[in-house]
């Protein structure tokens, strides 16, 4: 699906009006169902591939022309787009049978509420509303069943990548009351890549799940703009959520494998700004940016078989979102109160199990790798900013990873379990006025906090009759940098001026290994370490002057890591080791 939908006032249109809505909506659904089955006396394949595509554009438009307005203004540009798609792939024959499926899909639209080209637009109030609301809802199996080899696989990939932008550009707007933009998303990915087989002699059974979204939202006044109302808002948000469960399931007489396979990424740009252009308001300005993200990932391997069983799943999650508020350029900015603030909510939630039981030698490991790495920014660059009464800037980050990886492994002569969590958090908040910017104010603060926690377990179990080797590993890492402060600047605060920057960072680390066997040899290692860099400060030649100046720097940091190990057997052996480290700095200074 690839519409154009527009709605526009273009071509040095004059309009005059009591009111005028312009709008744009489009709402797209793709419901899709592919199957392929196949049964055979000897060897039989089984197939299925969906591909699905919507990729729109939707536009609310003033360009170039003068519009005159008694009432109210109002710009909207919406979008509701869904994918539904199940593909399964199904085989079974007496010697040899391959079931697979594989399922592409994809948004990217484009959504956009704009004045722009040098218009000139007078109204009693005015709303721009740029919207989005995307999901893919995609199911992907593979079966198969054999009396000799069977191999089952599924594959599932989905992304989407928007752009949701409202802004005025380049343009002339006069609002008597209230002029508000808003940019937002609302994006979702429910994904279940599964695929399993059974087989006398061999089986295989995997699935890999890829899962992207990368939107990019944005509330501006740019291009030179002159803009003025009675109050002004600007707000860009975005909510993007996957759900993502793989597994691979395989049973054999002799030999069976099973893997699953999860990669989930957020990346997106979230911003509000007003850049190179003249804003006046009588009133407040308030100038948003939020963005609230989660993964939730949960990968399976599992497998048994008579002589050899092996099972793994290794799930991969990032998170890196800008989130970004700012004046910048060679803006002009006057208001009675002005709020520039930046917000993110990440959360990542993994899960990842392998579990092989078989009669003879059996592997079982899990592996989950998770990241969260934004940068949150409320700025003034290189601007003119003059309120009346109270000029607030605040940053502000909550993330926060829960993690647990399970390796299980039974068999009667010799198996191994492995886990493997590995977690990082490397944010960057700054609440900062930078570079040539001057601002005058009544009063003003600057205000950044972080609060970040990882929370993993890690564990394995190994059983055999001869031999058994099972380890769980865990490391966590903070290393945030939290600044608030006055870089080079001319600030002129008539009544309180007040710098903060503070950090909560919090990591609770489990890691428990148990094997029985007669070998039996265990280990387990958890390590922990903060390391943020917090600072509020006045630098760089910046020129200051205040009723009275405030700056705070804190830090409440907590690391808690424990390991513990079972080891039973003829011959036992086990190696436990737990670190944990705060050396972060946190500093106040003038300089």
């Known amino acids: ?141 593979g079966v198969a069943g054999a009396g000799s080899a069977a191999i089952g696989a599924a594959v599932a990939t989905n992304e989407i990548d928007n752009t949701i932008t409202a802004s005025i550009n380049a343009a002339t707007v006069s609002v008597t009351g209230d002029l508000s933009l808003s940019a937002t998303s609302a994006a979702g990915l429910d994904t279940l890549a599964v695929g399993g087989s059974g ?47 793989a597994g691979g399931v395989a049973g054999a007489g002799s030999v069976a494998i099973g893997a699953a396979v999860a990669t989930n990424e957020i990346d997106n740009s979230v911003k509000v700004m007003t850049d190179d252009s003249t804003v006046t308001a009588t009133g407040a300005l308030s100038m948003s940016a ?83 790495d934004n940068t949150v920014t409320a700025l003034v660059d290189g601007s003119t900013v003059t309120v009346t009464g109270t000029l607030t800037f605040s940053a502000t980050s909550n993330s926060e990873i829960n993690s647990t990886t399970v390796g299980g492994a039974v068999s009667g002569s010799f198996s191994g379990a492995g886990s493997v969590s590995l977690n990082d958090i490397a944010n960057t908040v700054e609440a900062a006025i930078t570079g040539t910017a001057i601002v005058d104010a009544g009063s003003m603060s600057l205000t950044t906090n972080d609060t970040s926690e990882i929370n993993a377990i890690a564990g394995t179990g190994a059983g055999a009759g001869v031999a058994a080797v099972g380890a769980a590993v865990t490391t966590n890492d903070i290393g945030n940098t939290i600044n608030a402060g006055i870089d080079g600047a ?73 390991t513990n190990g079972i080891v039973a057997g003829g011959v036992a052996l086990g190696f436990m080791e737990s670190r944990a480290n705060d050396h972060g700095t946190t500093s106040a200074f003038i300089d």
């Open 199 to 245: 087989a006398g002699t061999f089986a295989l059974g995997g699935s890999v799940s890829l899962n992207d979204i990368a939107n990019m939202v944005e509330a501006s006044i740019t291009g030179g703009a002159t803009v003025d109302a009675d109050s002004m808002s600007l707000a860009s948000a975005d909510t993007s959520t996957i759900e993502a469960l």
């Open 1 to 141: 699906i690839a519409n154009t939908v527009e709605s526009t006032i273009t071509g040095s249109a004059i309009v005059d009006a009591g009111a005028v809505s312009v709008a744009a909506s489009d709402t797209s659904t793709i419901e899709a169902i592919a199957g392929g089955v196949a049964v055979s006396s000897s060897a039989s394949f089984g197939a299925a591939v969906a591909t699905n595509d919507i990729g729109n554009t939707i536009k609310a438009l003033v360009d170039c022309s003068t519009v005159t307005v008694a009432d109210a203004m109002t710009l909207s540009a919406t979008s509701g787009a869904t994918i539904s798609n199940i593909t399964v792939g199904g085989s079974g024959a007496s010697t040899f049978a391959l079931g697979g499926s594989v399922s592409l899909n994809d948004i990217a639209n484009t959504v956009e509420a704009v004045i722009s080209g040098g218009a000139d637009v007078t109204t009693d109030s005015m709303s721009l509303v740029a919207a989005d609301i995307s999901t893919i809802e995609a199911l992907a199996g």
């Open 490 to 562: 001319t600030v002129i605060v008539a009544g309180e001026l007040t710098v903060s920057a503070t950090s909560g960072a919090t990591i609770n680390s489990t890691t428990v290994a148990g094997v029985g066997s007669s070998i039996a040899i265990a280990g387990s290692v958890s390590q922990t370490d903060i390391e943020n860099t917090v600072e509020a400060f006045i630098s760089g030649g910046a020129i200051v002057a205040a009723g009275s100046v405030s700056l705070l720097s804190r830090s409440n940091n907590k690391a808690n890591s424990s």
């Open 290 to 372: 939020a963005s609230e993200t989660t993964i939730s990932s949960t990968t399976v391997g599992g497998a048994v078989s008579g002589s050899f069983a092996g099972a793994g799943s290794v799930s991969l999650n990032d998170i890196a979102n800008t989130v970004e508020a700012k004046i910048s350029g060679a803006a002009f900015v006057d208001a009675y109160s002005i709020i520039v603030a930046a917000s993110d909510t990440s959360t990542i939630e993994a899960f990842a199990g392998g579990i092989a039981v078989s009669g003879t030698a059996s592997v079982g490991a899990a592996v989950a790798t998770n990241d969260i």
